[in-house]
């Protein structure tokens, strides 16, 4: 078993910065890839961004490149997302996940899940 708790999110104007947090525990914590997705309402929960189990390797979704960093604390067990230049479409719930030992930009290869935090960009 692995769990996930996330901190971080809230209202923001657009053009302004977030950043959110995941602290993992967990036996087998290490052993799998940190990702974060995000659900719009009415739509899919898409993956956003990834770091790989050697805690370097990053993966993003085109939609974020160049916007969004996703950094793995690897001595505190706690991933990263820090978003800048928000828009509108980046409203969603975000969610911290694991379970899978490669990176995978489907949701449903994810096992473990944290309680989702809201983000709202306002314009």
């Known amino acids: 078993q692995v769990q996930l708790v996330q901190s971080g999110g809230g209202l923001v104007q657009a053009g302004t910065s977030v950043r959110l947090s995941c602290k993992a525990s967990?036996?087998?914590?290490?052993?799998?890839?940190l990702a974060w997705l995000r659900q719009a309402p009415g739509k899919d929960r898409n993956f956003v961004a990834a770091?790989?189990?050697?805690?370097?390797?990053?993966y993003y979704a085109d939609s974020v490149k160049g916007l969004f960093t996703i950094s793995k604390d690897s001595a505190e067990h706690t991933v990263s997302l820090q978003m800048n230049s928000l828009e509108s479409d980046d409203t969603a719930v975000y969610y911290c996940?694991?379970?899978?030992?490669?990176?995978?930009?489907?949701?449903?290869?994810?096992?473990?899940w944290g309680q989702g935090t809201q983000v709202t960009v306002s314009s």
């Open positions: 996940s694991t379970g899978t030992p490669v990176v995978s930009q489907i949701s449903r290869q994810y096992v473990y």
């Open positions: 967990g036996r087998w914590a290490n052993h799998y890839v």
């Open positions: 770091v790989g189990r050697d805690g370097s390797s990053t």
